[in-house]
């Protein structure tokens, strides 16, 4: 098992940034695949991008460019820093980890870019 903790999100201005970390626990030396997802209000969950163990990202291309995942895998830790930040970024963003069998999904932390 493996638990997911997020921290991070809140209300932000257009333009501004945020940076989301998601601390694992449990069997975590487990994970290959760690990354970010967000759910906005009435759509559905969407991919917002990964990393690899070995540090390989993968972007959605709504946010290339402006969001940046990283990881520590010393810590079993990954982030999502945010720049540029625009109100379609808000949404709901979810912590996603995957092992050889499984997927793990943290509880979700809400990002908010309004003015």
């Known amino acids: 098992q493996v638990q997911l903790v997020e921290s991070g999100g809140g209300l932000v201005q257009p333009g501004g940034s945020l940076r989301l970390s998601c601390a694992a626990s449990g069997s975590a030396s487990s994970i290959n695949v760690m990354g970010w997802y967000r759910q906005a209000p009435g759509k559905q969950r969407e991919l917002v991008g990964t990393i690899t163990r070995s540090g390989s990202t993968n972007y959605a291309d709504s946010v290339k460019g402006r969001f940046t995942i990283s990881r520590d895998n010393a810590k079993n830790t990954v982030y999502l820093e945010m720049n540029s930040l625009k109100p379609e970024d808000t949404a709901v963003y979810y912590c996603?980890?995957?092992?050889?069998?499984?997927?793990?999904w943290g509880q979700g932390t809400q990002v908010t870019v309004s003015s």
């Open positions: 996603y980890s995957r092992t050889v069998i499984l997927n793990y």
